[in-house]
């Protein structure tokens, strides 16, 4: 990336990790709430990287910027999580330029998501772009990158069916209580945490289990009573929670917390208890299965479940990944006309110095000299000519290098970095 005049430093790199090789666990402590986010793009900005971008979610945290060395990035997402550099290394990836920018187009556009055509990353690509455009983090790489992505996802999104069908991690829980649970309807279901993932599960259960034996529990409750409100579902207080799972049948937790919020303690029943636990890192204690007549199910366990709607989804891989191939093009089509941009302005300047020393020499050799018309007539040709150069650096069978080379030579350019 050298040549492109974007940075200070010569590689774009990212790193991170993700639900290939991490689990929760693992996952869970590299995660990063918005706090720590803001903090990670201060402390990266006092070290020198000025281009940035972070992204956390429940299968994937990564950092994706400019640095003379990946062990920068690196540093910054273990100094800011609970994470260790050794940990870290076990089951993490690093990519590189190219490969860093292809590794971002597939996560954007859904092919390198838990469950194939999921497209919550993007919104999440989108906060984190103006997040870091908030701390001036974002330079025109980093800007161009993302609309390319998002673009890219936009297209895959209308012109195949990539994400058709109701397949994301809230219809994959529904999915899995449908297969295991019989009598659904007649049987009570808690849900604990009311976030997004908390949110689409609970339409889900509504639209697809008929049941209207749904309780809603969040720390906050008027964020559980708007969305009770919506389907008519009952409330009850945070204090009521243990009360409230005795009587469940079915415990769905998506609180999000960086800590178990269900404890064994919590727990006493008498019949069967199904929990699905959706938050990363895992919200519901690892030893509650030793519980009598309680079964756990993890979001990762769901999100291995393979059904004919994400076997119908393979089948447009192909289609998407042209769709990528046709953006990333046009991104490295912009990114090389980087590579020129200062040559252009050297040469823009030079030929800019001559016109006002030749319009300075006519002006005082001619007494009806009309300077004024003169210089609109000339800054017209120098936008022509500049215009031919860059149109000639453009295209694809030129030796670029070789012609900016001769450029500078011709014009004796003294060219900025």
């Given at each position: 990336m050298?040549?492109?005049?974007?940075?200070?430093?010569?590689?774009?790199?990212?790193?991170?990790?993700?639900?290939?090789?991490?689990?929760?666990?693992?996952?869970?402590?590299?995660?990063?709430e918005?706090?720590?986010?803001?903090?990670?793009?201060?402390?990266?900005k006092a070290?020198?990287?000025?281009?940035?971008?972070?992204?956390?979610?429940?299968?994937?945290?990564?950092?994706?910027?400019f640095?003379?060395?990946?062990?920068?990035?690196?540093k910054?997402?273990?100094?800011?999580?609970?994470?260790?550099?050794?940990?870290?290394?076990?089951?993490?990836?690093?990519?590189?330029?190219?490969d860093a920018?292809?590794?971002?187009?597939?996560?954007?556009?859904?092919?390198?998501?838990?469950?194939?055509?999921?497209?919550?990353?993007?919104?999440?690509?989108?906060?984190?772009?103006?997040?870091?455009?908030?701390?001036?983090?974002?330079?025109?790489?980093?800007?161009?990158?993302?609309?390319?992505?998002?673009?890219?996802?936009?297209?895959?999104?209308?012109?195949?069916?990539?994400?058709?069908?109701?397949?994301?991690?809230?219809?994959?829980?529904?999915?899995?209580?449908?297969?295991?649970?019989?009598?659904?309807?007649?049987?009570?279901?808690?849900?604990?945490?009311?976030?997004k993932?908390?949110?689409?599960?609970?339409?889900?259960?509504?639209?697809h289990?008929?049941?209207?034996?749904?309780?809603?529990i969040n720390?906050?409750?008027?964020?559980?009573?708007?969305?009770?409100g919506?389907?008519?579902l009952?409330?009850?207080?945070?204090g009521?929670?243990?009360?409230?799972?005795?009587?469940?049948?079915?415990?769905?937790?998506?609180?999000?917390?960086?800590?178990?919020?269900?404890?064994?303690?919590?727990?006493?029943?008498?019949?069967?208890?199904?929990?699905?636990?959706?938050?990363?890192?895992?919200?519901v204690a690892?030893?509650?299965?030793?519980?009598?007549?309680?079964?756990?199910?993890?979001?990762?366990?769901?999100?291995?479940?393979?059904?004919?709607t994400?076997?119908?989804?393979?089948?447009f891989?192909?289609?998407?990944?042209?769709?990528?191939?046709?953006?990333?093009?046009?991104f490295?089509?912009?990114?090389?006309?980087?590579?020129?941009?200062?040559?252009?302005?050297?040469?823009k300047k030079?030929?800019?110095?001559?016109?006002?020393e030749?319009?300075?020499y006519?002006?005082?050799?001619?007494?009806?000299?009309?300077?004024?018309q003169?210089?609109?007539?000339?800054?017209?040709?120098?936008?022509?000519?500049?215009?031919?150069?860059?149109?000639?650096?453009?295209?694809?069978?030129t030796?670029?290098?070789?012609?900016?080379?001769?450029?500078?030579?011709?014009?004796?350019?003294?060219?900025?970095?």
């Open positions: 050298k040549d492109y005049h974007i940075s200070r430093h010569n590689s774009f790199y990212t790193i991170g990790l993700n639900y290939k090789k991490a689990d929760a666990e693992v996952r869970g402590k590299f995660s990063l918005e706090t720590a986010m803001d903090k990670l793009l201060v402390d990266a070290i020198g990287i000025d281009g940035l971008l972070v992204t956390s979610t429940c299968n994937r945290t990564e950092l994706h910027g640095a003379q060395h990946p062990f920068q990035l690196i910054l997402l273990c100094d800011n999580t609970q994470g260790t550099v050794e940990e870290f290394q076990e089951v993490a990836y690093v990519y590189k330029n190219n920018i292809g590794h971002l187009f597939r996560v954007g556009t859904g092919l390198d998501s838990q469950i194939l055509g999921d497209f919550e990353i993007i919104s999440q690509l989108r906060k984190a772009f103006n997040r870091s455009k908030r701390h001036n983090m974002a330079n025109p790489f980093v800007e161009r990158l993302c609309n390319s992505v998002i673009q890219a996802s936009k297209r895959i999104k209308n012109e195949t069916e990539l994400s058709s069908g109701a397949t994301s991690v809230a219809f994959a829980s529904v999915h899995y209580i449908l297969k295991n649970v019989p009598n659904i309807s007649q049987k009570n279901i808690l849900l604990f945490g009311t976030g993932i908390g949110r689409n599960t609970c339409e889900n259960l509504i639209k289990t008929k049941n209207p034996h749904i309780t809603l720390r906050t409750k008027d964020k559980a009573e708007k969305i009770a919506k389907f008519n009952t409330v009850k207080d945070y009521e929670l243990q009360s409230e799972i005795r009587n469940a049948d079915i415990l769905v937790v998506a609180t999000g917390a960086h800590h178990p919020t269900v404890s064994k303690e919590l727990i006493y029943t008498k019949k069967p208890l199904l929990i699905l636990d959706l938050s990363v890192p895992k919200n690892d030893d509650v299965v030793e519980l009598d007549n309680v079964t756990l199910i993890h979001l990762d366990q769901l999100s291995q479940m393979t059904d004919e994400l076997e119908r989804r393979k089948q891989i192909p289609q998407a990944e042209a769709i990528i191939e046709d953006i990333k093009c046009d490295i089509q912009w990114l090389e006309t980087r590579k020129f941009a200062p040559v252009i302005s050297a040469l030079k030929l800019k110095t001559m016109k006002d030749e319009l300075d006519q002006a005082k050799k001619m007494s009806d000299f009309n300077e004024e003169a210089d609109v007539i000339t800054n017209r040709i120098i936008q022509k000519i500049t215009k031919q150069f860059a149109n000639h650096l453009k295209e694809t069978h030796d670029a290098d070789d012609s900016l080379e001769l450029i500078q030579k011709v014009f004796q350019l003294e060219v900025k970095s």
